[in-house]
């Protein structure tokens, strides 16, 4: 049985950081890109950041660009997204994703991803 268990989110003013883990188990980890996305109230899910099964590429959504990083440690089965110079509309529920690494794979696509995470709440307020 997959599960991609998220820590807990938490609570923090504009500017300040978090640092949100996610952890893996019951999938071979390496063979699968990991994804984070977020949703606010009254909208769509939303790419945030992606990180290639070896680590060697990441990406990141143009609103996070300069504030977020994505890494992942393969030997804990875990991925991280650090979170920066938060802001307001950063507010979402966070949720990690898991999808196999065939060639072509669409890191902001949450088609892509076959297992989530159950969600972790980041309040941000100003």
């Known amino acids: 049985q997959v599960q991609l268990v998220e820590s807990r989110g938490g609570w923090v003013q504009a500017g300040g950081s978090l640092r949100l883990s996610c952890a893996a188990s019951?999938?071979?980890?390496?063979?699968?890109?990991m994804g984070w996305f977020r949703q606010a109230p009254e909208k769509e899910r939303e790419f945030v950041a992606a990180?290639?099964?070896?680590?060697?590429?990441?990406y990141l959504a143009d609103s996070v660009k300069g504030r977020f990083t994505v890494s992942r440690d393969n030997a804990k089965n875990t991925v991280y997204l650090q979170m920066n110079s938060l802001k307001p509309g950063d507010t979402a529920v966070y949720y990690c994703?898991?999808?196999?690494?065939?060639?072509?794979?669409?890191?902001?696509?949450?088609?892509?991803?076959?297992?989530w995470g159950q969600g972790t709440q980041v309040t941000v307020s100003s």
């Open positions: 990180i290639k099964w070896n680590g060697g590429n990441t």
């Open positions: 994703a898991a999808g196999r690494r065939p060639s072509g794979f669409n890191y902001s696509t949450p088609t892509e991803y076959n297992y």
């Open positions: 019951g999938l071979t980890f390496t063979a699968y890109n």
